[in-house]
């Protein structure tokens, strides 16, 4: 099978445009993982698409090549038997990409474009937990109708402002008062319009949600999905800052925590509410005194699949394959414990 692997902010997606560094760097991180873990299974032909800038040694057996715009990119999509994309939740970028590949006919190794519309969605997100009862943050849509300073007054602060479709921490900030919120909502509106490059950018704001801010350990659960179940893998403490933009900085695999089996299984049962999500996902949670609290699915690899390789001896890239393709693994053990940043930088210890 010809696998075209296209991480689309180091991948061409934003040829001959400004890149983001920390969208850059993580972006690198995941693509180089990935493309050693693929070419380690042996029985594919592997294709990385990259901009020029980023054109750094590929693992043996892995062609790197340069794409100049999105006619190169359709070109790969075209020749190849199936896709690994990655690619920002802002501005609709992944759920566009991905409905893309499947007009095209080409499998899609990952969450489909409906699932990725509905996991990426914030806005929405909230209704779909609260039905199958799981805990997520009071949360508002800040509609143009709706006065920011009340509604804040209504969850109670502090809250957090940030991007409906976003990715990572970009445009998200801790307001612990009103008078802070212009400048949170300002930010949200810039990274939300930024758009990154999918296709174009108009600089059109999309929508913002606020939420009640949840005080507690930030953790993520990474897990293997066949579209229609979801097995977890490993539960990842974050380390996030807030102060008060919020940054990742990376985080370590795996957390110990009295929470831990009860993380698992919210996630897990978010998973399965979101039909078409395959391969490797993500799900951040807050663990509150109350308990697990999901706050938003990633519908896409994630930084912490660069520690959890290195907590296994199995290939979670060729296990994620399997996901894809309808069979769900054993979870592997965890032998490690590993570190990793948002650099990508990866520590066992």
């Given at each position: 099978?010809?696998?075209?692997l296209y991480?689309?902010?180091?991948?061409?997606?934003?040829?001959?445009?400004?890149?983001?560094?920390?969208?850059?760097?993580?972006?690198?991180?995941?693509r180089?993982?990935l493309?050693?873990?693929?070419?380690a299974?042996?029985?594919?032909?592997v294709?990385?698409?990259?901009?020029?800038?980023?054109?750094?040694?590929?693992?043996?057996?892995?062609?790197?090549?340069?794409?100049?715009?999105?006619?190169?990119?359709?070109?790969?999509?075209?020749?190849?038997?199936?896709?690994?994309?990655?690619?920002?939740?802002?501005?609709?970028?992944?759920?566009?990409?991905?409905?893309?590949?499947e007009?095209?006919?080409?499998?899609?190794?990952?969450?489909?474009?409906?699932?990725?519309?509905i996991?990426?969605?914030?806005?929405?997100?909230?209704?779909?937990?609260?039905?199958?009862?799981?805990?997520?943050?009071?949360?508002l849509?800040?509609?143009?109708?709706?006065?920011a300073?009340?509604?804040?007054?209504?969850?109670?602060?502090?809250?957090?402002?940030?991007?409906?479709?976003?990715?990572?921490?970009?445009?998200?900030r801790?307001?612990?008062?009103?008078?802070e919120?212009?400048?949170?909502?300002?930010?949200?509106?810039?990274?939300?319009?930024?758009?990154?490059?999918?296709?174009s950018?108009?600089?059109?704001?999309?929508?913002l949600?606020?939420?009640?801010?949840m005080?507690?350990?930030?953790?993520?659960v990474?897990?293997?999905?066949?579209?229609?179940?979801?097995?977890?893998?490993?539960?990842?403490?974050?380390?996030?800052?807030a102060?008060?933009?919020?940054?990742?900085?990376?985080?370590?695999?795996?957390?110990?925590?009295?929470?831990?089996?009860?993380?698992?299984?919210?996630?897990?049962?978010?998973?399965g509410?979101?039909?078409?999500?395959?391969?490797?996902?993500?799900?951040?949670?807050?663990?509150?005194?109350?308990?697990?609290?999901?706050?938003?699915?990633?519908?896409?690899?994630?930084?912490?699949?660069?520690?959890l390789?290195?907590?296994?001896?199995?290939?979670?890239?060729?296990l994620a394959?399997?996901?894809?393709?309808?069979?769900?693994?054993?979870?592997?053990?965890?032998?490690?414990?590993?570190?990793?940043?948002?650099?990508?930088?990866?520590?066992?210890?």
């Amino acid at each position: 099978m010809r696998i075209l692997l296209y991480e689309f902010i180091t991948g061409g997606g934003l040829a001959g445009r400004p890149v983001p560094r920390s969208l850059a760097r993580e972006g690198l991180a995941m693509r180089a993982a990935l493309l050693q873990d693929l070419a380690a299974i042996g029985t594919h032909r592997v294709v990385a698409a990259t901009d020029s800038r980023f054109a750094h040694p590929a693992p043996a057996g892995v062609d790197m090549l340069v794409v100049r715009g999105t006619a190169d990119i359709d070109a790969l999509i075209r020749n190849s038997d199936a896709v690994w994309l990655i690619a920002p939740e802002t501005g609709r970028c992944l759920e566009r990409l991905a409905a893309g590949i499947e007009r095209s006919g080409t499998m899609l190794l990952g969450p489909d474009a409906a699932a990725v519309r509905i996991a990426a969605d914030k806005s929405r997100l909230p209704r779909r937990l609260a039905r199958i009862g799981i805990d997520h943050p009071e949360t508002l849509v800040l509609a143009p109708a709706v006065n920011a300073p009340v509604a804040g007054r209504r969850i109670g602060y502090p809250i957090v402002v940030k991007p409906a479709r976003g990715a990572g921490c970009r445009g998200v900030r801790l307001v612990r008062h009103a008078r802070e919120l212009p400048v949170a909502i300002d930010a949200a509106h810039r990274a939300s319009g930024t758009r990154p490059g999918c296709r174009s950018s108009n600089g059109a704001g999309g929508p913002l949600v606020m939420q009640r801010y949840m005080r507690g350990p930030a953790v993520s659960v990474s897990l293997l999905a066949n579209g229609h179940r979801a097995v977890p893998l490993a539960i990842n403490a974050q380390r996030i800052t807030a102060a008060p933009a919020f940054a990742y900085r990376g985080g370590s695999t795996p957390f110990e925590h009295p929470l831990a089996a009860a993380s698992a299984a919210a996630a897990t049962r978010t998973c399965g509410a979101i039909p078409g999500l395959r391969g490797f996902v993500g799900v951040d949670l807050v663990l509150t005194d109350a308990g697990p609290v999901v706050i938003e699915v990633n519908p896409r690899v994630t930084m912490a699949y660069l520690g959890l390789r290195a907590a296994v001896d199995e290939n979670i890239a060729a296990l994620a394959l399997a996901a894809c393709h309808g069979t769900l693994p054993t979870p592997p053990v965890l032998r490690r414990r590993a570190r990793f940043t948002a650099a990508g930088q990866v520590v066992c210890f």
